[in-house]
């Protein structure tokens, strides 16, 4: 028979048994392909004779967002029976894959594949009948979704959590990568950290780490640079369609203080400049630190130019990394390079509010990168009242007593 597909469908969910996975949501890609015969919208040439594969990825969107599952081998049953039963499809083939789940592999998940007749007689498990009959029962939550309204899942053990806040809403411009930019890689090697003193050497002045940032991000502000440059670089939808020009994007309604850490020594000026304008073209108003110069770390290269960006991003962590990499490609940074290397754009999120994050593959939340003083002296020009959620003291306690205090790496003239 013949078959629609849908291919590279990504979607964030609540997905995962390990306790970082209960407290952020994570990208997730479906491939379906579903049997149904296309001779009768082929002959009439009418969207209603067809298998309306936007509206079969419009109800897995609203269905897979609402979800929280433990394993991706229970969401792909739940989504294949949702398939069966709500569409006129007989057979469907479908892989459900968790990109950066494994270090080293681009993605990893499970393919099943389904039919309507093994259903009905009885030879598959109906997971999303399961979920109609006790909506009728009134035995589970009701959400609405879409129109309609959907059972949430029920509790499924000591490692689950109630369902995250809303999805994260899509933002424009850029085309979608392919599947081999969801890798979580780290996105610049260090040599070995030096040791910074711990929370008991330092006066500390708060016992807890500081409560995520919500405040809104202000309107985008105007960008000197080329339209087609800021077109390369300001955006990571996946799928959505850029927004004309002179329309500003949807506010986000929650966000979180990212700082960021911005160096390059390729055209260093030109380069921080440009990821400067990317950001506030996407995130409206952004905080800057002043600049500094500081040899090159590991190797022999040009002196970098380093900075802190403060935004307030409506992307989560992962999506937010994801984003970087594509600006930094976009100002050529080649990824094949040695990691102790030149370049002209280098972004690393050192803090994602105050979460602390080991996972998936080497993504890490704070990054240690602390321990060099063309980071921690620049955050703590921009925010010293900030509050290390791991080591539980300032940062402008941090960077007192940093070994560089007495010789601060040299500050630039450069207005970003």
Not at 76 to 86: F, P, Q, Y
Not at 245 to 274: D, V
Not at 321 to 338: F, S, V, Y
Request: with cysteine; glycine share 6%; proline share 9%.
């Amino acid at each position: 028979m013949d078959k629609v597909f849908i291919e590279g469908l990504e979607i964030e969910a609540l997905i995962g048994i390990y306790d970082w996975e209960r407290r952020i949501r994570q990208p997730l890609v479906f491939d379906l392909e579903m049997a149904f015969d296309n001779r009768k919208p082929a002959a009439t040439d009418a969207i209603a004779d067809t298998l309306d594969y936007k509206a079969v990825s419009k109800r897995l969107m609203a269905y897979v967002a609402q979800s929280d599952f433990g394993l991706v081998e229970t969401l792909a049953e739940r989504c294949a029976a949702l398939v069966l039963d709500e569409f006129d499809v007989v057979h469907l083939r479908l892989k459900l894959s968790k990109p950066g789940a494994v270090r080293g592999a681009r993605a990893v998940g499970v393919i099943i594949e389904r039919s309507r007749e093994a259903r009905t007689m009885g030879m598959e498990r109906p997971a999303a009948n399961a979920d109609a009959a006790a909506r009728q029962a009134g035995t589970g939550p009701q959400l609405a979704v879409a129109g309609t309204t959907e059972v949430a899942p029920a509790a499924r053990g000591e490692h689950e959590a109630p369902p995250a806040a809303n999805e994260t809403p899509p933002v424009a411009t850029v085309p979608p990568a392919d599947a081999a930019t969801m890798e979580m890689e780290t996105v610049k090697a260090e040599p070995p950290p030096s040791r910074l003193p711990q929370a008991s050497e330092v006066a500390v002045t708060a016992d807890a780490p500081t409560p995520p940032r919500t405040a809104a991000p202000e309107a985008p502000a105007p960008v000197s640079r080329a339209d087609a440059m800021i077109a390369a670089i300001s955006g990571a939808a996946r799928g959505v369609a850029p927004a004309p020009a002179g329309i500003a994007k949807p506010r986000a309604t929650t966000t979180a203080a990212a700082y960021l850490s911005l160096g390059s020594n390729i055209a260093p000026e030109e380069n921080l400049r440009a990821a400067v304008a990317a950001l506030r073209a996407r995130f409206g108003e952004v905080q800057v630190s002043p600049v500094y110069r500081t040899k090159a770390v590991g190797f022999d290269g040009p002196d970098f130019l380093n900075a802190i960006a403060l935004v307030h991003s409506d992307l989560n962590p992962f999506a937010l990394h994801k984003w970087l990499h594509r600006l930094e490609e976009a100002q050529g940074r080649d990824r094949r390079d040695a990691a102790y290397s030149n370049r002209p754009l280098d972004i690393d999120i050192i803090y994602f509010g105050d979460l602390v994050l080991d996972g998936p593959g080497e993504f890490q939340l704070p990054r240690p990168e602390l321990n060099h003083a063309f980071v921690l002296k620049p955050l703590a020009d921009i925010a010293p009242a900030f509050v290390d959620p791991i080591r539980h003291a300032t940062l402008a306690q941090l960077w007192k007593i940093h070994p560089d205090y007495a010789q601060p790496p040299e500050q630039v003239a450069l207005a970003l």
